[in-house]
């Protein structure tokens, strides 16, 4: 504990920044789609804002199949072990590997619903992934009580759902825009939607758990918010299978 927080705590830091650090040098060596080189200047170069609001609708739907994702995400993939060790009293140790347990099920999940969205298609995949995160969110919540082993189950459970939309929105977002505006449409949106409702996620919950006594709207909340995602899956083109170089 005493060198931890004396030094060890950097570790993590370090780490990162030297990923980050190849990622930056791997980006810079990538060569650039045949679409994107077929692209004027000029439609390269166009200011940003107008862009988004030419495809306001688009960017609209991104923010809409984002919500639900980052909120349910946020509750099972980042705080469910700091909040077993808290407040259900789980060993923190035991916490740590209950959640290793879950994201290392999060991964293997991901490329298996990506090949799955490709035979079946993306919308199905987006279904599964929102609906059922959001039939199985109260069940694994009253499962969770006091042991690691129901913190790694309901993790592993919620977290392979979480994977269906996890593994294919980078596609499902950049098939929405044309080539000009894909990064920013898909950028843009993205980020308000993950600022205003992941962000505000942590200060929502503990102000409905604390203050009003009533954590289990926070629950309802999200499951909501996972709703809207259903609605707006109606609203998206199914790609599978088709050309969108342009």
């Not at 913190?151 to 759902?161: G, H």
């Not at 409702?197 to 918010?225: D, H, I, K, S």
Request: proline content about 5%; hydrophobic content about 55%.
């Amino acid at each position: 504990t005493e060198v931890m927080n004396a030094w060890g705590w950097r570790i993590p830091f370090l780490l990162g920044a030297a990923m980050g650090l190849y990622a930056l040098i791997m980006r810079s060596r990538l060569h650039e789609t045949d679409a994107f080189e077929g692209e004027t200047a000029g439609e390269k170069r166009a200011p940003i804002w107008p862009q988004i609001v030419r495809h306001r609708k688009q960017a609209g739907q991104v923010i809409g199949l984002t919500v639900g994702l980052t909120v349910i995400y946020y509750i099972w993939g980042v705080v469910a072990p700091s909040y077993a060790t808290t407040a259900l009293k789980i060993d923190r140790g035991e916490a740590l590997w209950a959640g290793v347990i879950g994201n290392i099920v999060f991964i293997a999940a991901l490329p298996v619903w990506g090949k799955l969205s490709d035979r079946i298609g993306r919308k199905k995949v987006l279904w599964a992934g929102a609906i059922g995160s959001a039939v199985m969110h109260f069940p694994m919540t009253w499962l969770l009580k006091d042991s690691a082993w129901q913190l790694a189950v309901t993790m592993s459970v919620m977290l392979i759902f979480i994977a269906a939309s996890a593994a294919i929105v980078p596609a499902v977002y950049a098939e929405l825009f044309p080539t000009s505006i894909r990064t920013v449409g898909v950028g843009v949106p993205y980020s308000i939607c993950v600022a205003v409702f992941g962000g505000t996620a942590p200060y929502l919950q503990q102000w409905l758990g604390t203050t009003l006594q009533m954590p289990q709207l926070f629950n309802v909340y999200a499951v909501v918010l996972l709703a809207v995602s259903v609605a707006f899956i109606f609203t998206i083109p199914e790609t599978k299978g088709k050309d969108l170089a342009h």
